[in-house]
């Protein structure tokens, strides 16, 4: 599992409320990602980091913002929670590879975040 | 931005049938092919993976999947499932343009005993 940790694994909230989903990671790699997955869509990248404060958006990243102060932790938050976020959150991490190849992604366990 | 098609959507088989899920991606360069299974309930795991060589990849659970550059295709296989093979399958393309993985939509299984 490549020691990824996400953090809450099922939360609800109301419309409008912030919510932050946390990652975290015992190996120290330099990629780390968060996707949702919804039924029909698959999973679609929202924000994406390449190491400490660098960070990029995907291709939903509308609504988002993500944060990485320390190599093992990023940060994703729902700056006013809104229905449509409802979803389930993983984080992944894609190991060492050779430029941009030959690399694995590795998937945390999931955050199901409900918006009522 | 790549792209990665599924074609079926939801497949049901029974047990001890052939199974084989079409992936196609839209990028001409190098790329790197995968094939995640979700179970119910769990997160996306590694089914097999291709980088280079051989076009015909073994992977775990007895699933294979062959790369036809011509095609753009990395259609997924297995000659007998099982019940607990019933599970979300995806495919997902790592171009050599970025360190971005490119998923497709996902093919739900059903296996019937």
């Known amino acids: 599992d490549a020691g990824i940790t996400q953090s809450p694994r099922h939360k609800v909230t109301e419309t409008g409320t912030p919510v932050t989903l946390r990652c975290h990671q015992t190996?120290?790699?330099?990629?780390m990602y968060w996707y949702r997955q919804d039924p029909g869509h698959g999973l679609r990248l929202i924000h994406y980091?390449?190491?400490?404060?660098?960070?990029d958006k995907g291709e939903v990243s509308d609504g988002y913002s993500v944060s990485r102060s320390k190599t093992e932790d990023f940060l994703l938050t729902l700056e006013s929670a809104t229905s449509s976020q409802t979803s389930v959150y993983f984080c992944?991490?894609?190991?060492?590879?050779?430029?941009?190849?030959?690399?694995?992604?590795?998937f945390g366990q999931g955050t199901r975040l409900t918006v009522v | 931005a790549q792209s990665v098609s599924q074609h079926n959507h939801h497949v049901i088989l029974s047990e001890a049938a052939s199974l084989e899920l079409g992936c196609n991606y839209s990028?001409?360069?190098?790329?790197?092919l995968f094939w995640y299974v979700q179970y119910p309930g769990q997160h996306l795991q590694l089914l097999l993976k291709?980088?280079?060589?051989?076009?015909l990849v073994k992977g775990i659970k007895g699933f294979e999947a062959e790369f036809i550059k011509s095609k753009f295709s990395f259609n997924l296989r297995k000659p007998s499932v099982q019940w607990s093979d019933t599970a979300e399958y995806f495919c997902?393309?790592?171009?050599?343009?970025?360190?971005?993985?490119?998923f497709g939509t996902g093919t739900s299984l059903t296996v019937i005993p």
């Open positions: 990028y001409g360069g190098t790329v790197n």
């Open positions: 980091s390449y190491g400490v404060k660098d960070t």
């Open positions: 992944a991490i894609n190991t060492p590879g050779q430029g941009a190849l030959n690399t694995e992604a590795f």
């Open positions: 997902a393309v790592n171009a050599d343009t970025g360190n971005q993985f490119y």
């Open positions: 291709y980088f280079s060589g051989d076009p």
């Open positions: 190996e120290n790699h330099r990629y």
